[in-house]
């Protein structure tokens, strides 16, 4: 199994700043995936996470928007940048061991 | 990519009548197919998978079954209870560590 823990749990944000998401995971593990869980919606893979490599983002989400930096195989982040009220949204990291561990995820809202 | 149906968004059933929720996929080289539910305010959690090479899986009140010919697959909840009621999503990956795409969701409901 793996324990995941984020910062922040919550934030409340200005529109046009940005938050960055920590993700630390209690062993080391090759992928970390970024997930996007809007209000009353599924989850929305974001991205993936390698160390040693850029982030592979999935259609519709994009680098400059959500910089991901994975400096270790326990560790990684997310960035929201310049923030819209359309990004209030849960944020959630997980890992792939036997199975999906996903952290308590980040709740974001943009004012 | 991959992509995953679900049916229904919603579903109402009277405590102790079965529930079943039915997923299709689109890519046929995904492998593995895990089951989670997620209650109000916290995270999902995976109450069972199968892989492509089992038709069939059951533990206890809940079973999956797979059609990797059809791209279907399905969970079965029998004797539901209250504690049942929450949101089910259906999801596909090539691989258990890998990324996972997810449907859309069923928010369950148990009537009492």
């Known amino acids: ?111 | 990519g991959e992509n995953v149906e679900q049916h229904p968004s919603t579903l109402s059933v009277q405590e102790g009548d079965s529930a079943v929720i039915k997923c299709t996929y689109s890519d046929s080289a995904s492998n593995y197919f895990p089951w989670y539910k997620q209650e109000l305010g916290k995270r999902p959690q995976l109450i069972i998978d199968i892989r492509s090479n089992v038709g069939e899986k059951k533990d206890q009140r809940i079973a999956v079954t797979l059609n990797k010919t059809a791209k279907h697959f399905s969970l079965h909840i029998t004797e539901t209870q209250p504690e049942d009621s929450a949101v089910y999503f259906c999801a596909a990956s090539k691989r258990r560590d890998d990324k996972i795409i997810f449907g859309k969701g069923t928010r369950l409901h148990i009537l009492p």
């Open chain 1, 1 to 111: 199994s793996a324990v995941i823990s984020q910062k922040p749990s919550r934030d409340i944000c200005q529109r046009g700043t940005s938050l960055t998401i920590q993700c630390q995971v209690d062993s080391q593990v090759t992928m970390m995936f970024w997930y996007r869980q809007q209000p009353g919606q599924s989850l929305t893979l974001i991205a993936t996470a390698n160390q040693g490599s850029e982030a592979t983002y999935e259609s519709g989400f994009v680098i400059d928007k959500f910089p991901i930096s994975r400096p270790n195989l326990t560790f990684s982040t997310l960035t929201v940048s310049n923030m819209s009220p359309e990004d209030s949204s849960i944020y959630l990291c997980s890992v792939g061991i036997n199975e999906q561990f996903f952290g308590p995820g980040t709740r974001l809202t943009v004012l």
